[in-house]
């Protein structure tokens, strides 16, 4: 059987940083992992990065939710992973950040492949900053982010290098307390050991699956900007600064003045990231949050 992890967390988290990492060191022990992401909107920008990686078997859901209205086109997507590649060893599955990790779940037990996938558990990506700071989320996102932590098998608290050691120690000590059965692993670009969540979650047979307060209604909606111009990069960056809290993730391809491929931008949380590209990407950008489709950049 195939074993298979469902990387969990809320938009901006780092779940795709986690999927990197695991990747790698899946590679360097020999082993072979399939990949199924899940995108928030039409665009494949996660999918775009970890495609990078040669020789991983990549499935994608664009514009869905692998938890509700998607579970069929999930599972046809997992059927055609498992029909290409007969040499799988390991599937990591990373959910949009609107999904809750149980309906995610209960996408992927399928009758078509219940013989071939043993699901192993739920790794739960908690942004620490965000946690300390969660009384600022809508009530109903903020319902979906504690969720997500609460039904983890193991709980990544990611970004603690954002923290001072009081506001680290709180942060562990009150995720212990919400989810007292997972263990929490304090990261940094969530790096945690594959062989320790192995070890961790070798037991669990049988993922809970319980009735669950769905992420389908949420209010979070997706906008797509497309550039035609180049922008100055320090113009641009203190536009993604001056937009409200409701802004939770921006992800995207945007072209800088001066150079010649687009950058691969990211935000989340008030942080920006900017990553030279090598290859030339479509100039465009997914803004994830509540009543975001009205939003344009111009200068």
Not at 52 to 63: A, F, Q, R, T, V
Not at 149 to 175: G, P, Q, W
Not at 215 to 231: A, C, D, H, Q, Y
Request: contains cysteine.
């Amino acid at each position: 059987m195939i074993d298979v992890y469902l990387l969990s967390g809320f938009l901006g988290s780092g779940k795709t940083s986690l999927l990197l990492n695991l990747i790698s060191q899946l590679k360097e022990d020999g082993k072979k992992p399939a990949i199924f992401m899940n995108e928030f909107g039409s665009i494949s920008i996660d999918s775009d990065t970890v495609g990078k990686e040669e020789d991983i078997p990549l499935k994608e859901l664009l514009n869905g939710c692998i938890c509700c209205t998607g579970s069929e086109k999930t599972e046809a997507q997992l059927q055609g992973l498992l029909e290409e590649n007969n040499d799988i060893d390991v599937i990591l599955i990373e959910t949009t950040g609107a999904a809750h990790p149980v309906e995610a779940l209960d996408a992927v037990y399928s009758p078509l492949f219940a013989e071939r996938l043993q699901i192993k558990g739920i790794v739960t990506v908690a942004d620490a900053k965000r946690w300390l700071e969660r009384e600022k989320l809508s009530p109903q996102v903020r319902s979906l982010f504690m969720e997500q932590i609460r039904h983890a098998h193991i709980i990544v608290a990611n970004k603690t290098d954002l923290l001072t050691e009081s506001e680290l120690a709180t942060v562990s000590m009150e995720l212990s307390n919400f989810n007292n059965t997972a263990p929490v692993i304090q990261t940094s670009n969530a790096n945690i050991s594959f062989s320790f969540i192995q070890e961790t979650l070798k037991d669990i047979t049988n993922p809970k699956q319980e009735s669950v307060l769905s992420g389908r209604n949420l209010p979070l909606t997706s906008k797509l900007i497309t550039f035609t111009e180049p922008v100055d990069k320090d113009e641009f960056e203190a536009w993604v600064k001056s937009l409200p809290d409701r802004v939770y993730r921006m992800k995207g391809y945007v072209p800088v003045k001066g150079i010649s491929n687009p950058y691969l931008f990211q935000y989340a949380y008030g942080m920006v990231n900017w990553l030279p590209e090598y290859v030339k990407m479509e100039p465009r950008l997914v803004i994830i949050g509540e009543g975001v489709s009205e939003m344009e950049y111009t200068e």
